[in-house]
T-cell receptor
């Protein structure tokens, strides 16, 4: 299961702390995404990035921040402003292209389970 | 924005029977509809997808149908096997310049009983 990796697998945070989740891909994909998964809620988009040094908010960006300094990396910071951060976080990547702007398959990482103590 | 409804939330079938999961979407301009399978504790993986320029796509025991008029699409699994047990997610992608978002349904937990 190479290609896209996330670390750590499990993360514990005390209230009031910021934590950063790592996501790295060696698929040479331009686009990267962060999703949050809660039981019974599906996957909800937090942020996405189509190219280096550019990113857009998804549906639930409040309390999160990202950076995209390198094509391979898209770290997610869960800030103390996120009221309910306990969840399973999934990173994904995809190619960008297609003359008709078709969305392409997103490949997911193994996820990070964050628990707030 | 796009809204995707998925039904049922849980589904139990006997091994060898067929399973059908249905999704509806709200944005008539959406043009890409993937289905992901997530086994317990693992990452979601694409199993099949369909684009708005086709009505049906099949891959061995799995098929997806799309009805653009009614704005719904369905996943069909025939001859189910115990290894088909997982959570299945549908998704839809609204079009637009630079839009690379997927909106997911809430998932269907499929249990195949041996």
């Amino acid at each position: 299961d190479g290609g896209i990796t996330q670390s750590p697998k499990y993360l514990f945070r005390k209230e009031g702390q910021n934590v950063t989740l790592s996501c790295e891909q060696n698929l040479n994909h331009d686009a990267m995404y962060w999703y949050r998964q809660d039981p019974g809620q599906g996957l909800r988009l937090i942020y996405y990035s189509q190219i280096v040094n550019d990113f857009q908010k998804g549906d639930i960006a409040e309390g999160y921040s990202v950076s995209r300094e390198k094509k391979e990396s898209f770290p997610l910071t869960v800030t103390s402003a996120q009221k309910n951060p306990t969840a399973f976080y999934l990173c994904a990547s995809s190619i960008v292209g297609g003359g008709r702007r078709w969305l392409n398959e997103q490949f997911f990482g193994p996820g990070t389970r964050l628990t707030v103590l | 924005g796009e809204n995707v409804e998925q039904h049922p939330s849980t589904l139990s079938v006997q091994e060898g029977d067929s399973a059908v999961i249905k999704c509806t979407y709200s944005d008539s301009a959406s043009n890409y509809f993937p289905w992901y399978k997530q086994e317990l504790g693992k990452r979601p993986q694409l199993i099949i997808d369909i684009r708005s320029n086709v009505g049906e796509k099949k891959d061995q025991r799995i098929a997806v149908t799309l009805n653009k008029t009614a704005k719904h699409f369905s996943l069909h699994i025939t001859e189910t096997q115990p290894e088909d047990s997982a959570v299945y997610f549908c998704a839809a992608s609204p079009p637009g310049a630079g839009s690379y978002q997927l909106t997911f349904g809430k998932g269907t937990k499929l249990s195949v009983i041996p």
